[in-house]
């Protein structure tokens, strides 16, 4: 088994429940756009800020992992930093960041009465915006939910 897989299906694992899975959809969608507007606070030289560092840095973490997910995972997060642009204020990804976490709460505290899946692994925190990303495009396929 792949890593990605291997991953993926561990996530899957801690994120069963239809209603942790809507938080979630929401919750993590806030958190990246948060983190980006936050970084984008942060000039690096030019055009170029902490944010879209961050972004490649994880790119090649996900290439690495699998290269169509990466690709895919680019252009997602090509978006969000776009739009954390264009917003242009760090308060608002502040209370973006707040508010995507409180969904992260909810999703495991009401839904899935689980500890999040990165309390055990902190790459989770990177799975995560992977996990949606590849539910959306379907990209590959996550080995069921066992347990």
């Not at 930093?81 to 976490?101: E, N, P, Q």
Request: charged share 10%.
């Amino acid at each position: 088994m792949r890593r990605i897989d291997a991953l993926l299906g561990d996530y899957a694992q801690a994120h069963r429940a239809p209603g942790n899975v809507t938080c979630h959809s929401i919750g993590i969608s806030l958190i990246v756009f948060g983190t980006l507007s936050m970084l984008h606070a942060i000039p690096i030289s030019g055009f170029w800020t902490a944010s879209e560092a961050l972004v490649a840095a994880a790119s090649v973490w996900y290439l690495a992992l699998d290269p169509r997910l990466g690709v895919a995972m680019l252009g997602a997060a090509a978006l969000f930093d776009a739009v954390a642009r264009m917003v242009g204020d760090w308060r608002v990804g502040a209370v973006a960041f707040a508010v995507g976490w409180i969904f992260q709460g909810i999703g495991h505290a009401v839904y899935e009465k689980n500890s999040p899946a990165f309390v055990r692994n902190l790459v989770h925190l990177l799975v995560g915006p992977a996990f949606l990303v590849n539910k959306v495009l379907k990209v590959r396929a996550v080995p069921p939910a066992t347990g």
